[in-house]
C-alpha cells in the first residue's frame, strides 16, 4: 500500500492566515474517475450526482477543507474510511454542529460522499488529515 | 515536530490503557467486571441444574436476578457505549429487524437478541432446554470483553461521552425504565430502578472527584437525590408508582440541567446515536428534543423568513391542487383533510382513485409525521418527498406520472415563476424537479407538527391536568402495557435515542367478529421475513380523539374499541391464530373505569393545533382545461 502524505492543516491554516478567499474562490473544473466497468449510462448518473455533491460540498465543506496550494485551490483527498455516511456527522466536534441534520440532509451527505469517491485524485495524492479530532 | 507530537500521543495512550488511573475509570472496571462474575456464576449455575428441579429453577431465577442489578447498575454505560453489544446482554426480543436511521439507505438485517430479560423469560416456559438458557447467557458473556476495548474505554479519559450517557440515561427514566419495556417481572421494576439509581449516584459521584473541572452542579445533584427519595417513598408496584410527578418534577428537570451542562461543557459527541438528539432542547416535551424526518427537503439551508413564507404560500396551493392528480379531481386535501388533523374521519379507508373501491389502508393523519423516521404504515419510504411522491404516483390514489406532474405544475405561471426563483437557494440542482413540488408540501403540512397539548403544558410548564388524565398516564405507563411500545415524548414507536422506528405485530382483525387477521402483510411487504408479517409501524397517539377510525385499516370506530382489543390481548388474545403476535396475548384486566382514565389521558394529548382556511383559488395554467380544478378537488 502506498504510504498517504498527511498534511496537518495547522500547517495550512498559518499560510492561509493572510487569506479569506477560499470560500470565494470558485473550484477549478473538476475531473472524476469512474471504474472501467461502469456503463456509460449509468457513469452520466453518476456524474450529475457527483456534480450536485460537488455544489453540497462547496456550500457545507470547502470553508474548512479546501485550501490554497502555492496559489492553486486544492480539494482534498478523503479515504473511504473518511466518507462513511453518518459518522461524518461525528467525525469531529466542529462537524457535529457544521454536519447536523439539520444543516446537511441525509440524501446530501450521500451526494457529497459521491463527489468526494469519484473525483480525481490529487498528484501526489493528499489526504487531509483535520486536526481537529477530540484531544 | 508532527512525528513528536504522534508519538507523545501514543505514549500517553498505552498508559492510560494499562492502568486506570482515576476513581471513574475504577467504578467503570468495577461494575463491568462485576456484571461478567455474575454472568459466569450464573452460567456455571445453570450447567449444574436440572431444570425439572423447581428448586434449582428457582436458584437460577434469583441468579438472573441478581445479575439484573448488577446490569443495571452499568447500564448508564452499557447502553449508550455500545448500543448493538448490548442487546445480546438485554435484548428486549428474540428476534430484532430493525433499520436504524444511519442505515436506512441500507437493507433492514437481522438482529439475535440474547441475555438476562430473554433468560427469565425463558425460564418461565412450561417445556425448558438447558442448553437454550445456557445459550443466552452465553451470548451475554461473549459480548462483554468488548466493554473492555480501547475503542470503548478510551471514552472515559475525558468528560464528553459521560454527558451523553447521562442524557441517554434520563431519557430512559422517562421512557423506559418504570414501563418494564425489558423486565419481565413486573415486580422487580421498581425495585431495580431503586438499585439503578443507586449505582449511578456513585457513578456520579466518582465522576465529579475524577473531573473536578466538568462537574455535575450542585443544583443538578441535590434534585437528583430529591429523585432518589421520591422513588424510596413511592409504593414498589409499578401499577401504583406515580410516573407522572417522577417525570415532571424530577427526570424532566433534571433533563433541562443536563442539557446545560452539555452545551457550557461543550460536550462533543463521537457516536452516530446521538445524532438525531438536539443539544438546545431544553425539555423532553420540547417538539425539538430530536430531529425525525427532513421536512424542509430540498429547502433544507433555506433561514431567510421571506424565502421560507414563499415556499410555505406554494406548499399550500400545491396541497390543495388536484393538478397533481392524473385526473385534476384530487389533491392531498382530498384525504388528509386539513381541519380534520390532516386525516380522514369519514370512514373505514378512502376511494381509490377510480371512485368505486375503498383503498386498503385507513388515512393517516400527517401531524407529527416528521417525528418518524421511516415513513408509511410499512416504512416502505426514508424521506417525507418520496412518500409525498409516490402517493401522487399511485394509480390507486392519486394515479398522475412524474412527467405529467412537472409539465402540468410548470404551466402555472404562478408556480412557474416562484420554483424559478426558488431555484436560487438550491443551487445543487439545475432545474426544477419534482423535489422542489414535494420538498413545498412536506415543508408546508409539517408546519402543523409544532403544536402541543395539555399534557406537554402539565409537564413543562407545571400547568394543571385533570386527575382523570394523570391516572390514565399511570396506566399507560404501567398496568396497561402502552408505553412499552408508545414511548415518551410522542408516544410513537421512537424511543430514546430516537434512531429508529419500531414495528409491531398485533393482530389486528379483518372484521370486528374477529373472524379472520386482517390480510394486510405490512412490513413483509418491504422485508419478507416471518417475523414481519402483518408487522406495521407504531403510530402516534396523539390528536388520536380527531383521527377516527383506527388501527391501520380503520377497524375501529371509536378509542374504547381499540383499549377493548389491547385488553384481550390483541388478535391472539381474541382467539385468532397469530403466531409472531409482539403484543402479549395475556388480558390485561383493566376496569371499566380504568378504561376511561387511559382515554382521558389520549384526550390531553389533543393538540392546539391552529387550522388554516383553504387558499381562494389557485394559480391559472396556460392550459384552459386544467382551469376547471377546484381547490382541494372533488373527491
Known sequence: ?135 | MFALIALSAVFLFSFNNSSPTNAYTLTYYRYVNALTAGEEALQELIRHSDLDKEADVRQIGAAIQLCRSRMKAADFWLRYLEPISYKKINGPLPVEWETEVFEKFEKPYKRDGAGLTLAAQYLEETDKNKDILARLVAEAIAIMPVYGADSITRNLRDHHHFFLCNRLFLLNLAALYTTGFECPDTAAIIPELGTMLEATDSIYLAFNESYPATPLTDEYLRLYRDLKAFVHRQPRSYSVFDHFTFIRDYVNPLYRLSQQMILRYRVASRSMVDYSLNKAAASIFDKAVYNGSNAKGLFLRVKDTAVLNEIDRVGKLLFYDPILSGNNLRSCASCHKPTEYFADGQGQANLQFNRKELLPRNTPSLINAPFNHLLMLDGSHITLQNQTLAVMTNPLEMGSDEQKILEKVLSCADYKKAFTRLLAYTPQEPEITLEHISSAITMYYSKFSRYYAPFDEAMDGGKALPADAIAGFNLFMSKAQCATCHFVPQFNGVKPPFVSSEFEVLGVPADTAYRQLSPDPGRYKVNPAKETLNAFRTGSIRNATHTAPYMHNGIFRTMKEVVDFYDAGGGAGKGLQVGNQTLSSDQLHLSPQEKENLIAFIKSLDEQVVFEAPPAKLPRSRNPALNRRKVGGEY
Open chain 1, 1 to 135: 500500500m502506498k504510504k498517504p502524505i498527511i498534511v496537518s492543516i495547522m500547517a495550512i491554516g498559518a499560510a492561509l492566515a493572510s487569506t479569506s478567499s477560499i470560500a470565494q474562490k470558485k473550484s477549478p473544473k473538476i475531473d472524476y474517475v469512474f471504474p472501467d466497468a461502469m456503463a456509460q449510462p449509468v457513469r452520466d448518473q453518476y456524474l450529475k450526482l457527483a456534480e450536485k455533491g460537488r455544489v453540497l460540498y462547496e456550500l457545507s465543506c470547502a470553508k474548512c477543507h479546501n485550501s490554497l496550494v502555492k496559489g492553486k485551490l486544492l480539494i482534498p483527498d478523503f479515504t473511504e474510511d473518511q466518507l462513511g455516511a453518518y459518522s461524518i456527522r461525528v467525525a469531529n466536534p466542529r462537524h457535529e454542529e457544521q454536519v447536523s441534520e439539520s444543516n446537511v440532509s441525509a440524501e446530501e451527505l450521500a451526494l457529497i460522499s459521491t463527489f468526494l469517491t469519484y473525483k480525481k485524485k490529487n498528484e501526489p495524492l493528499l489526504l487531509i488529515n483535520n486536526g481537529i479530532a477530540h484531544q
